[in-house]
């Protein structure tokens, strides 16, 4: 809920992927910037394979560039070294009633609010030391998209880098960064122009980002300034505003329908069983066809301390650590962990495995619910094989695991096998 008594800069963060979507970032922050008191900052990667940034920030009638240099050739170091004190300056002035936040497509908007909630900042004058957090709140996301392109970039496994809009070692996919777009938004502003299927998109767009409002437009162009006021007020006050959840909070977030449209379903898949790790392997690819995105926990038999997050967007996929399982930890370190994760394990808590379980969220948009049901039980460990799960597990440690430290060959580098949930995978689920 919306705290009426926070006296915090607000920032709205615009996001946009591919060219007319990026084209509504642009004529959204022009219009917001002619509103007096607020301040509109881009940061431009266009040049970032020269090693520079470039640095917008306009206000009603002034605009003002800034060329800098990549800090240790890092875009993340740039942006918290530039960006980061200036929301703090910026926050501390009393014209300044409002931030936006233009984000460059390479730059995803919920890295950058991780950032500002957790990133200490230094050495601003008249300042204590802290988060960007602490002087600034996330007003609202909103996600401009292409409707005639998203749903094909949404679901390809192309490359950034292959587009230009990251650097030859950034391995973050097409799909990662426009599925997360809408994701994370709290509205969304639709370019309808050429766009077919609009059906299907819609539908898509309501499971994915549920109860974030949409302007369906032709033309982006002639969105209007009262126009954007009135899609933001209609953002709900139990909307994300910018929060992190981690791996243990619930999948399903809003309210998502849950029926059929237009062939788009949410696929729920729930075990109180784990994977046998080399047919989870060989059933990933039922999570890359005809899927928008997935994600949840998963217990595999082979790893059974350890929570094995997975998450895929269009035909790429990640895998990595999500911490331990509440029955793998001392009474000492279960005091510690979240009560809300507490209270839910509490309630299906298991004799044997505690909170141990499977569960993923799949949004399908041309694939058999049926089929993905089918594939993703046949990977789960058999009535014999979950007995020695149980009363052999030195056996079952045994058991080949592709998955095993989160990767093995022909993953080559060692040094690599301490995968985190925000590793790069290869569509198979290995680390690259």
């Known amino acids: 809920m919306l705290d009426q008594t926070d006296r915090r800069t607000p920032v709205v963060l615009l996001a946009g992927f591919s060219g007319p979507a990026m084209g509504g970032v642009e004529h959204l922050a022009a219009t917001l910037s002619e ?77 950058l609010c991780q950032a500002i909630e957790h990133v200490v900042v230094t050495g601003v004058a008249d300042r204590v ?22 749903l094909e970039d949404a679901t390809s496994d192309e490359v950034l880098a292959d587009r230009g809009l990251a650097s030859a070692d950034d391995e973050r996919t097409v799909a990662q960064v426009a599925v997360g777009q809408v994701d994370f938004a709290d509205a969304l502003v639709v370019r309808t122009e050429g766009a077919e299927a609009l059906d299907r998109l819609g539908a898509v767009l309501d499971r994915l980002a549920p109860g974030a409002p949409v302007a369906w437009l032709a033309d982006l162009s002639g969105f209007d300034a009262l126009e954007i006021g ?148 046949w990977a789960l460990v058999e009535d014999d094989e979950l007995l020695l799960v149980d009363r052999a597990p030195e056996r079952v440690a045994l058991w080949a695991d592709p998955f095993g430290d989160w990767h093995e060959e022909p993953c080559a580098d060692p040094t690599e096998a301490t995968a985190s949930a925000s590793e790069r995978t290869n569509p198979r689920g290995e680390a690259v």
Do not use: Y
């Open 129 to 150: 030391d802290g988060p960007a957090g602490r002087t600034v709140r996330i007003e609202a996301v909103l996600t401009c998209l292409d409707g005639a392109q998203w």
């Open 230 to 377: 009135a899609l933001l007020t209609r953002v709900p006050a139990d909307s994300r505003r910018g929060r992190i959840f981690d791996a243990h909070a619930p999948l399903l977030r809003g309210q998502p329908p849950l029926s059929t449209d237009c062939g788009v379903s949410i696929v729920e898949f729930a075990a109180r069983r784990p994977f046998h790790p080399e047919r989870l392997h060989e059933a990933l690819d039922v999570l890359l066809d005809g899927v928008v995105t997935a994600r949840g926990r998963v217990w595999l038999a082979t790893q059974p301390d350890h929570v094995v997050w997975l998450e895929s967007a269009g035909g790429g996929l990640r895998v990595g650590g999500a911490g331990r399982w509440l029955a793998a930890m001392s009474a000492e370190e279960q005091a510690e962990a979240n009560p809300d994760r507490r209270v839910m394990a509490a309630l299906g808590w298991d004799e044997r495995f505690g909170d141990r379980d499977v569960s993923l969220v799949i949004l399908a948009h041309d694939a058999d619910p049926a089929e993905i049901r089918h594939a993703l039980h």
């Open 35 to 111: 509103d007096a008191g607020t301040v509109v900052v881009h940061h431009d990667l266009a040049e970032l394979r020269e090693g520079v940034v470039r640095r917008t920030v306009r206000t009603a009638g002034n605009v003002t560039t800034t060329v800098l240099e990549l800090a240790h050739g890092c875009v993340s170091c740039t942006l918290r070294a530039d960006l980061l004190p200036m929301l703090c300056k910026l926050a501390t002035r009393e014209h300044v009633k409002r931030i936006v936040l233009a984000l460059d497509p390479g730059i995803e908007a919920e890295a």
